[in-house]
């Protein structure tokens, strides 16, 4: 009987090592063809509406919060006004407040892409119409440098023929190719804008729902927390949620609408200055400058370059703007909606939007430091919690010359004090 348990404890080992091994191979040595893989794609595109409306309910939590705050205050203060009893059912304040946000905020989106979508499609046709001039005026430039400065007129000489070389056999088949494929890229695009509107559509729903239970949802994770883990565990489980969702949501929240006011302020500074392209510009600085550190310079250098072809010396006046519009981000309006979010150091900001970038792209770029906040937070607890276990200090100094403290007297030292 014994045999027989120890013959099935290895074969259900061996079993399930095989699967774990079939399963490493089929995620990360099959390119985007793995079934695994193939199984969480199919998966995301079915829950997006889903995902969208946690996102979205997430980022309205604060804003229903407060108008559930502010239209209590406002029945409160009509009590004392009218000396009797005003009752509104829970349920009716809670309806309210998410009608009024979801009011307000298609207001303004309506607002938004109704002043911005024509800007737009103005600034990107005009740059189109320009495309030839924009050409002309590098040629003209090109040719200045070249006539100014013989050696590079002679290393251009030189390496003309290859480059015109590679421009017959590789860039232009390569461009005819992009080119019919374009209409199928086209079509492809147009299918994802609608899908996209869909799911959005359908995850301004889930939000609603997800806002008005959003207590009786919490209670219901934290009961099950509760009723898989130990209550200790479970404790420690239910507290590192907290302070990851505070993290995120000063995070996100906080450069979600610092972004926005970098936006309307680069579209007003822009509009001052008669820049080129105003709304254009204005957009690109918003929405790259979501990405921490490395954001307002992915932004600024392509407006940079466009402003540049349109009017070089609003070039310069453009870049001047944009060092003192991120000096007053960085300085004054960043601190004052961020503040300490993070609490990481810059240097491991730049690791984490690296990192982040490296395996999610833009989007990695964004959540990448909150992500690596969370992680340092838990990494700082494991380390204190097991120092504390052994007595030992917390502080960081307090380990640089420990060592030294620890070392064995020198053997003459030792020798000295025998003899006395």
């Keep these: ?137 590098a040629y003209t430039w090109g040719s200045k440098l070249l006539s100014d400065n013989l050696e590079l007129t002679e290393l251009f000489n030189r390496y003309y023929n290859e480059v015109s070389k590679w421009l017959n056999t590789e860039l232009l088949p390569g461009l005819q190719t992009t080119i019919t494929n374009f209409t199928g890229s086209l079509v492809t695009g147009v299918w994802s804008i609608i899908t996209f509107a869909k799911n959005f559509l359908i995850g301004i729903i889930v939000s609603v729902y997800l806002l008005a239970a959003k207590e009786k949802s919490t209670a219901r994770c934290c009961k099950l927390i509760y009723g898989v883990l130990p209550e200790e565990k479970a404790m420690f489980t239910i507290r590192g949620f907290r302070r990851v969702d505070r993290i995120f949501s000063g995070f996100v929240r906080g450069k979600l609408l610092d972004s926005l006011i970098i936006g309307i302020l680069c579209f ?64 004054v309006i960043g601190p004052k909606i961020l503040g300490e979010s993070t609490g990481i150091s810059s240097l491991w900001v730049i690791v984490a939007i690296l990192v982040g970038g490296g395996f999610g792209g833009v989007l990695g770029m964004f959540l990448g430091v909150p992500i690596f906040a969370c992680l340092q937070v838990l990494v700082r607890w494991l380390l204190n919690t097991r120092l504390q276990k052994r007595n030992m200090p917390l502080e960081a100094c307090a380990y640089v010359s420990r060592d030294r403290r620890t070392d064995p007297p020198p053997a003459s030292e030792e020798k000295t004090e025998n003899k006395v």
């Design 1 to 137: 009987m014994k045999d027989k348990k120890k013959y099935i404890h290895w074969g259900l080992t061996v079993f399930l090592a095989g699967c774990a091994l079939l399963i490493f191979y089929d995620v990360f040595y099959r390119d985007n063809s793995g079934t695994v893989q193939a199984f969480f794609s199919k998966l995301s595109s079915i829950l997006a509406p889903i995902l969208y409306g946690l996102g979205m309910a997430y980022l309205l939590a604060p804003i229903v919060n407060f108008l559930e705050r502010l239209i209590r205050r406002g029945r409160d203060a009509l009590e004392k006004k009218r000396g009797k009893t005003i009752r509104i059912h829970k349920g009716w304040l809670r309806v309210i407040s998410i009608f009024l946000t979801w009011s307000v905020m298609l207001v303004l989106l309506y607002l938004l892409f109704n002043m911005l979508i024509p800007e737009l499609v103005e600034s990107i046709t005009t740059l189109v119409n320009n495309l030839e001039s924009y050409y002309n005026t």
């Design 268 to 331: 007003i500074g822009c509009s001052v200055l008669k820049m080129p392209y105003t709304p254009l510009v204005s957009v690109i600085v918003g929405v790259t400058n979501v990405i921490p550190f490395f954001g307002p310079f992915l932004g600024a250098i392509p407006c940079g370059v466009l402003i540049l072809l349109a009017d070089p010396l609003k070039c310069l006046y453009f870049a001047i703007f944009i060092f003192l519009l991120q000096q007053l981000d960085g300085n």
